[in-house]
């Protein structure tokens, strides 16, 4: 008796999924919530579990490969006929992973950045990815009963990963990841090329500091140069809303400059106290997001959205944050970000940005955003003017905080130059719903609110 395992239904508004790695081939048994295969839509990517336990008789849906939610995906065999080799022999269908990396086309994605920067390209918060080392395993040639027992490498290495490694030549067994995990990334084997026993780390520092740059030095070409490769589905769902909300709104953008001296200040005060209360360091974005979702409390139009020829003013500001991921940009929702603190806020930004990019995600946390948060400075930035998405009408971006001379004007009327810490935030909006008043005035508040930097009593530590 045959089972059929079909595409579940991976979110609220979800209709289809593609195929991207079988975790399983033909002959491999599996057990009951075993992960069998991993599937990317337009919200997260993710694993299936099998839901019954038996041996696979029949791959029906190839990498790569799109289906609508329900399409069933592969046939499980109650076992009875493990022994049987005609199935196997049947399957030329699906290959171990862990093979040659030639069966799966490398998605597009946007240039990785090491895992402990802050997170990136837009919006950033510094995660430390916990250190659990899962090696990688070569899938062995031994028989499916042994195969069984283990899917395929340990750490999951992107088709893309694989292909850089297969051209130059690189062993991946023999590379210390630094990803999330101990998974290996693309800049481990770039910088395996030229420095085989020291793991990437030519990215490493996003910023300038106070201490004299170092000597530019070219890094080693990109593999990608001269080539060409398939979109990914990510890819292709962000480039259809990027042009979606580009011709359906009226954005333009509004830039406030920030003096952010009083957060530094605080932030060297009790940094030792808040990682030893949270066991993670304390960075501006949590300041940033509850001076926002506060101001969006008075200024609803910025946390709205257009239905037709109504405007819905949303009861909760939903705050989501853009984090850089192999497989492009994704966005985690933190709910009711009004009522957090600090602590809280800077927890919720750690851990969803950490299972951003470890592929934990739920495909709720990635849905129903009323606002959003870019930090373009977490790679050193001083502004861009980012895009809104539909069918939020705001979003708000954070350049590099840095230390510059500025004029300060004290009590007396005085003015004197001081080196101060300093940030610059762009608003973009759709003009259809919120004018260049409003957008001024709730950058004002938010600005207000970090320079006056009054956040203990919620800093919840």
């Known amino acids: 008796m045959s089972e059929q395992v079909v595409l579940p239904a991976l979110g609220e508004s979800v209709t289809e999924g593609t195929v991207t790695r079988w975790l399983k081939k033909v002959g491999d048994t599996v057990a009951v919530d075993e992960p069998l295969v991993e ?60 093979a040659t990396p030639v069966a799966a086309p490398a998605p597009v994605v946007a240039p990785p950045v090491s895992a402990p920067a802050p997170v990136a ?33 340990a750490g999951y290495v992107t088709p893309l990963v694989r292909k850089l490694a297969s051209e130059i030549g690189i062993d991946l067994s023999k ?40 000597p530019f030095v070219p890094g080693a070409a990109s593999p990608l140069r001269g080539t060409t490769e398939p979109m990914s589905r990510l890819r292709k769902v962000l480039a259809e809303r990027a ?57 609803p139009k910025l946390n709205a959205t257009i239905d037709g020829e109504n405007i819905v003013y949303h009861g909760t500001e939903n705050i989501s944050f853009a984090v850089d991921t192999e497989r492009g940009l994704l966005t985690p929702v933190i709910r009711d970000a009004s009522t957090l603190n600090i602590a809280q806020i800077a927890q919720q930004i750690a851990d ?25 400075g977490s790679r050193g930035a001083l502004f861009d003017t980012p895009v809104v998405f539909l069918p939020q009408v705001a979003i708000l971006g954070t350049g590099i905080v840095s230390k510059r001379p500025v004029v300060v004007t004290d009590a007396n009327g005085q003015d004197s130059i001081s080196i101060r810490s300093m940030v610059y935030l762009a608003l973009s909006y759709d003009h259809r719903l919120v004018d260049g008043a409003d957008a001024s005035r709730f950058l004002v508040d938010v600005k207000s609110r970090l320079e006056d930097a009054n956040f203990d009593s919620v800093l919840g530590i």
């Open 175 to 214: 590379i210390t990841g630094t990803g999330v995990g101990g998974r290996i990334r693309k800049d481990d084997v770039l910088s395996a090329t030229t420095a085989p026993s020291a793991p990437a780390a030519s990215f490493a520092a996003p910023v300038a500091s106070s201490a004299p740059a170092a």
């Open 352 to 376: 969803l940005a950490a299972r951003t990019r470890a592929n934990q995600l739920k495909p709720d946390e990635l849905g129903g955003a009323t606002f959003t948060l870019t930090n373009t």
């Open 243 to 299: 042009v979606a909300s580009m011709v359906s709104t009226a954005q333009l953008t509004t830039v406030v400059e920030v003096d952010v001296t009083k957060i530094a200040n605080l932030r060297s005060r009790i940094q030792s106290q808040f990682v030893a209360k949270t066991g993670g360091k304390l960075n501006f974005m949590p300041f940033f997001a509850l001076a926002a979702a506060e101001a969006l409390r008075v200024h």
């Open 121 to 153: 390209a837009p919006v950033a918060a510094p995660v430390a990815p916990a250190p659990v080392a899962t090696p990688v395993v070569a899938a062995p040639a031994a028989p499916a009963a042994q195969s069984s027992g283990a899917s395929v490498d």
């Open 39 to 98: 599937v990317s839509t337009d919200k997260v990517d993710t694993e299936i579990p099998s839901p019954v336990a038996g041996v696979i008789e029949q791959i029906l849906v190839q990498e790569d490969e799109t289906v609508q939610v329900g399409a069933v995906l592969v046939m499980i065999g109650s076992g009875s006929g493990a022994s049987a080799p005609a199935p196997a022999a049947a399957a030329p269908v699906a290959e171990p992973v862990a």
